[in-house]
């Protein structure tokens, strides 16, 4: 499975970006696919996912509100919709699948940086 990510930016307080990962491969039994971010210093996180179980995104709460995850299962492709961007939204996102039987296999994009100034 390759996972290629775009949209990263330079934005400003307040403003927006779309983050879109392209998936390619054999993506057979996707479990979950969605973003994750990682600021220098702190432990990756999670933002956004789709789960096998449903068609609704999971969001950690931080995020609610003000990113919206979508997907288009027929091109193999999610956006992860950022609005009212902070300073503290800056990190590297990364594009996340976890494919396959018995828990899966992770797959990770090259990740994209987002930057917000103040």
């Known amino acids: 499975v390759q996972l290629q990510a775009s949209g990263g930016g330079l934005v400003q307080t307040g403003g927006s970006l779309r983050l879109s990962c392209v998936a390619s491969g054999s993506i057979e039994n996707i479990n979950e696919m969605g973003w994750y971010r990682q600021a220098p210093g702190k432990v990756r996180e999670l933002v956004a996912e789709?789960?096998?179980?449903?068609?609704?995104?999971i969001y950690r709460n931080s995020f609610k509100g003000r990113f919206l995850l979508s997907k288009n299962n027929e091109k193999n492709e999610i956006w992860l919709q950022m609005n009212s961007l902070q300073p503290d939204d800056s990190a590297v996102y990364l594009c996340?699948?976890?494919?396959?039987?018995?828990?899966?296999?992770?797959?990770w994009g090259q990740g994209t940086q987002v930057t917000v100034s103040s």
């Open positions: 996340n699948y976890n494919v396959g039987r018995f828990g899966g296999v992770d797959y």
């Open positions: 789709f789960t096998r179980a449903g068609t609704t995104p």
